[in-house]
Nanobody, 126 residues
Framework: VQLQASGGGLVQAGGSLRLSCAAS????????MGWFRQAPGKEREFVAA????????DYADSVKGRFTISRDNANNRVYLQMSSLKPEDTAVYYC????????????????????WGQGTQVTVSS
């Protein structure tokens, strides 16, 4: 199984970025997908999740209204559209897959997830 995150970069406060995660080696449509982030010196935290069919989404309060998670099951991809970025959004962002048939919704806990990508750095300058 591989989860390959991309799309990170340096952006000014108020700007936007779109992260992408390409999945392979798993039955993608059977997995809830999530995004987490980890800032230096902090624990990895939940950002957003999307159900296996894409009908349900869940967001951390800190990103609600600014970030949008979506997925393309035909192409085994999950996205995170980030808008109105703030310096406190600076972190390494990770995508993760949670096998839905053994999981409760929403999957906000790190230990719920079965597979993780390598992370992509997002830096927001003030």
């Amino acid at each position: 199984v591989q989860l390959q995150a991309s799309g990170g970069g340096l952006v000014q406060a108020g700007g936007s970025l779109r992260l992408s995660c390409a999945a392979s080696g798993l039955t993608f449509a059977s997995y809830h997908m999530g995004w987490f982030r980890q800032a230096p010196g902090k624990e990895r935290e939940f950002v957003a999740a999307i159900s296996r069919g894409g009908s349900a989404t869940d967001y951390a309060d800190s990103v609600k209204g600014r970030f949008t998670i979506s997925r393309d099951n035909a192409n085994n991809r999950v996205y995170l559209q980030m808008s109105s970025l703030k310096p406190e959004d600076t972190a390494v962002y990770y995508c993760a897959g949670d096998y839905s048939l053994s999981s409760r919704w929403p999957p906000r806990t790190r230990t719920t997830y079965d597979y993780w990508g390598q992370g992509t750095q997002v830096t927001v300058s003030s």
